[in-house]
C-alpha cells in the first residue's frame, strides 16, 4: 500500500491536475496497463493485478462479503472517511500517483460544472470511492482498488492484463466457472452477477445500508464505475438486462 506521510493538502484539487488537458497536450498513454522493468510504478500496478487476478475466485469474494457487510469494523463521518484518504494512494492506477481525496474532488467538481443541478451526482462523485478505506483497515489493495470484473464465468478480454494475470485463479480451471456463462444465465442482470470484490461493491453496501438516498441509478453507477469490461471494453453484454443498458 503507497501512504503519503505526510498527507497532501489542495485548495483545489481538481485545478492541480486533469488528465484530459495532459493527455491533450502530451500524447501521455492513459490507463497503460504492462509490466515495466525500468519503471517501479508500472511494475506495481502489475503486481496489484497479477495478485488480484490470481485470487478474486467466486469462495473468496462470497468470505468477504459476509466479512464487511456485517458494516462492524469501524463508523465515520462522509467527511472523515475523506481525510482518510488525503493520505492513500491506489497501487492499482498507472496514471496518477496523488491521493484519493484529490481524485474525489476532482470528480466531484467536474461533474458539478457538468451537472450543476444534479446535486445527489455531486455527491456520488465526491464518495463514488471511499470504499477504499477498507485498505486501511488490513485489506490488501489487490483487494479494494482496481478495475472488477464478475467472477463465476469466463474472464473477458477486455480484463486488464487478462492475458497473463489469471494462470494462478484457480476457478479459470473450474468447469463450473470457466465457460461463458459459468453459473449464470443468461440475460440475469448484474445485480444477479457476483463482482470481484473491492470498493465498488463495499461502498454500494454501505450506502445502501445506510438508507442513502441517491437515486438508485446513481448508486448503480457507484457500484459499477469501475467495471470497465463492461462500460468500456463492451463485455458481459450477454448477463446484461435492460436496466443495466438504461444504467
Request: glycine share 4%; charged share 25%; with cysteine.
Amino acid at each position: 500500500m503507497r501512504i503519503l506521510n505526510p498527507p497532501v493538502f489542495l485548495l483545489d484539487p481538481s485545478e492541480e491536475f486533469r488528465p484530459d488537458t495532459v493527455i491533450r497536450e502530451t500524447g501521455w498513454e492513459f490507463r497503460k496497463y504492462r509490466s515495466d522493468i525500468d519503471d517501479p510504478a508500472l511494475n506495481s500496478v502489475y503486481q496489484t493485478y497479477f495478485d488480484m487476478h490470481s485470487n478474486q475466485t467466486v469462495d473468496f469474494v462470497n468470505e468477504k462479503m459476509a466479512h464487511w457487510t456485517k458494516f462492524d469494523k469501524f463508523k465515520l463521518p462522509m467527511l472523515e472517511a475523506l481525510d482518510l484518504l488525503n493520505s492513500f494512494v491506489d497501487s492499482s492506477d498507472p496514471d496518477i500517483a496523488l491521493p484519493n481525496a484529490v481524485h474525489a474532488y476532482q470528480t466531484a467538481e467536474r461533474i458539478r460544472a457538468t451537472y450543476p443541478n444534479e446535486e445527489w451526482f455531486h455527491f456520488a462523485g465526491l464518495v463514488h470511492d471511499l470504499g477504499k478505506v477498507m485498505a486501511l483497515y488490513d485489506e490488501p489493495q489487490w483487494a479494494v482498488v482496481g478495475d472488477t470484473f464478475p467472477v463465476g464465468c469466463a474472464v473477458a478480454p477486455s480484463v486488464v492484463l487478462q492475458e497473463s494475470t489469471f494462470s494462478n485463479n484457480p476457478d479459470t480451471k473450474d468447469t463450473r466457472y470457466n465457460t461463458k456463462l459459468g453459473m449464470y444465465e443468461e440475460g440475469c442482470g448484474l445485480d444477479n452477477v457476483t463482482m470481484s470484490w473491492g470498493h465498488d461493491e463495499y461502498m454500494y453496501r454501505v450506502l445502501k445500508h445506510n438508507n442513502c438516498t441517491i437515486p438508485q441509478h446513481g448508486l448503480d453507477i457507484i457500484r459499477y464505475h469501475s467495471f470497465y469490461p463492461w462500460h468500456t471494453g463492451g463485455d458481459y453484454q450477454h448477463l446484461c438486462n435492460q436496466k443495466d443498458r438504461d444504467t
